[in-house]
């Protein structure tokens, strides 16, 4: 598997440039069930650039269920010949906003490439402790 996932609180665009900000394994809710918005940043590599290719995201509940699903077909890209076939590398990244969290658990996301599982990484969920 090829593709490599990464969380975090917030995804921008500032001027071109993405910028993932606060990289995350875990999050803290308030509550649980509840909504949540937060980053993912997907690299896929190990690919035919010079072809088209399908890709799909998805995230998943602790009972398997999609809770959020994008898929977009990717265009062909070109690269400096010079560039080494490990560094050719497509980036994309999402905003997802208030995903449903229906239980403190591991979370898992999936990433598809013309259909075969490209790569997948957990997600963990935890309500945040309650001061009394």
């Given at each position: 598997m090829a593709a490599e996932i990464q969380f975090c609180n917030m995804v921008e665009n500032r001027q071109g440039v993405m910028c993932l900000n606060g990289l995350q394994r875990m999050?803290?809710?308030?509550?649980?069930?509840?909504a949540f918005s937060f980053g993912l940043s997907i690299t896929l590599t190990e690919h035919d650039w010079n072809a088209l290719h399908r890709f799909r995201i998805e995230l998943q509940g602790p009972d398997r269920s999609i809770l959020f699903a994008a898929e977009d077909t990717l265009p062909k890209?070109?690269?400096?010949e010079r560039t080494p076939?490990?560094?050719?590398?497509?980036?994309?990244?999402?905003q997802i906003l208030n995903m449903r969290v229906p239980a403190e658990s591991v979370y898992k996301a999936r990433v598809y490439v013309d259909g075969i599982l490209d790569g997948e990484?957990?997600?963990?969920?935890?309500?945040?402790?309650?001061?009394y």
């Open positions: 999050f803290y809710l308030d509550e649980i069930p509840g890209v070109e690269f400096d076939e490990r560094f050719r590398a497509v980036i994309g990244a999402w990484k957990g997600l963990f969920f935890l309500r945040q402790a309650q001061e």
